[in-house]
């Protein structure tokens, strides 16, 4: 075997085993608990660009381990794989610097960073998954490594919390499942980009593929936050900010969203689905919950509250985008996966900076409070900025596509959901950046919880915000290079899914 078989598997164990390592650590084991988790993710980043350049130039990369004569492992690279798991490697490096900042002085850093590491693991391995047997597998890891993260206060709120996100997410799962088999069944074992093979399938079957992809769709509507299944997110924002940040920016929210994609795209094909008229109603239900996610986040005082119901609505952009057969809506839903995490994780980790250092956890509490942090606002501006739609921040990029690929594809009615929501968005997000920078601060100042006497926070905590602010920046300003996501996305649509 070549190293070109090993590398799948290698990736999705660089996180794995640090975070082995970790749960065997004793708690007070603080410096070789931070070396692992950086190790970890800078090994992976690197990783994945070496990869990424290895398979620009040609080279293949599959890993395979047969279970059964019909089931088998399998990692595969393409460019979806590498849009995601490119994701996934920049912000897992990024927001673990911000939770060893964050957590300092926490108690149960050594469970959290474990199952921390358990996460990125699982959300690699749907990026990497070449069939739908191991997507699941992975799918379901990512249930069970997340719960203890969502639960890590201990408090009633988070023990809830914790019972309400399996609730929604192992029924999701179940639905899923079954789909699975039956898929499986009719059609035999699925690999992603065989949706030619389902097509075989079509004529006396059309009722039981529409069955089969409606139950998938709803299993992975969950963790894609579409409504109705949209309940446990917000719940879920009693956990600590880098969790919040990692499920709304690259885990499990994005693992629902990236796996509609690889279900329109990879496992029926557009043509498949578009003769067996699936994509209308889920254009539909993503239409209402991006309109929804918007009316429920205006009323939110709470402030990861009202980012969790953006993120319910800015994330069915992609199931929107997917839903509208055409080449240019294609490449806005698979871009938006990018753009909406670099974008949201900024806002969930401002969210947390404001917290920790003035203890303000709510909107009505942020008049004036640009003077007391000023970058961190700036961050917080610009990914605001980028989730309304506005130039040059990457969210216009991919708002600026959906609605293109929606009037050459006839479906103007698109157009208007999407003005629509990014005028709800200003709703909810100028007002915050009208008072902290323009109104006055109250009379008693914010106290300092977390005095540093060079920033305004901590560097752990300040450095990832502007980090992913600047990637916001230039995902919009330099979208037109060849590096960047919007390229990747054109590629990914162009060659693979429409074959030009």
Known sequence: MTLNVWLPLIIVCSSL????????????????????????AVLKLVLVAFVYLGYRSGEVYLFTFQVTV?????????????????????????????????????????????????????????????????????????????????????TRKAVEAGRNYLFYTI???????????????????????????????IEGHSLELKLIFWMMLAGLAVKAAIFPFHGWLPVAMVAPAPVSALLHAVAVVKAGAF???????????????????????????????????????ISQDDLKKRLAYSTVSQLSYIALGAAVPGMLSSVGAIVHLVHQGIMKITLFFCAGV?????????????????????????????????????PPVA???????????????????????????????????????????????????????????????PWMLLFPPLVTAIFSLAAGLFAASSWSPLSLARRIVERVYFGL
Not at 17 to 40: D, H, K, Y
């Open 171 to 201: 029924g999701g799962g179940t639905v899923l499942f079954v789909g699975i088999v039956a898929l499986t069944v009719l059609a035999g074992p699925v690999e992603f980009g065989q949706g030619a093979q389902l097509a075989n399938f």
């Open 395 to 457: 969210g216009f990029v991919s708002k600026w596509y959906l609605s293109v690929g929606a009037l050459s594809s006839g479906q103007s009615w698109v157009v208007l959901i999407l003005l629509g929501s990014s005028a709800l968005n200003a709703i909810y997000f100028l007002p915050i950046i009208f008072a902290a920078w323009f109104k006055e601060p109250p009379v008693e100042a914010w106290p300092d919880k977390r005095p540093n006497r060079r920033f305004e926070a």
């Open 70 to 154: 019909d089931l088998h492992f399998m990692l595969r690279v393409d460019a979806l794989a590498l849009l995601f798991a490119g994701l996934s490697s920049v912000l897992w490096l990024v927001t673990t610097i911000y939770a060893i900042g964050y957590l300092e002085g926490s108690p149960n850093r050594r469970r959290f960073f474990g199952f921390f590491s358990m996460c990125v693991t699982a959300s690699t391995g749907i990026a990497l998954s070449g069939n739908l047997v191991t997507f699941f597998v992975f799918y379901e890891f990512l249930t069970l490594a997340t719960y203890p993260l969502v639960v890590h206060r201990g």
């Open 259 to 297: 796996g509609i994609i690889r279900l329109v795209y990879d496992v029926y094909g557009v043509e498949l689905a578009s003769e067996l008229s699936v994509l209308p109603p889920l254009a539909v239900f993503a239409a209402f919950t991006i309109i929804y996610g918007s009316l429920r986040a």
């Open 354 to 390: 404001i917290a920790e250092t003035t203890g303000a956890h709510k909107v009505s509490e942020l008049n004036g409070i640009g003077r007391r942090l000023p970058l961190t606002m700036a961050a917080f501006t610009i990914g605001a900025l980028g989730m309304i739609g506005l």
């Open 17 to 40: 085993l640090p975070g082995i390592i970790i749960f065997f650590l004793s708690e007070n084991a603080i410096r070789t608990r931070t070396v692992l988790n950086l190790m970890g």
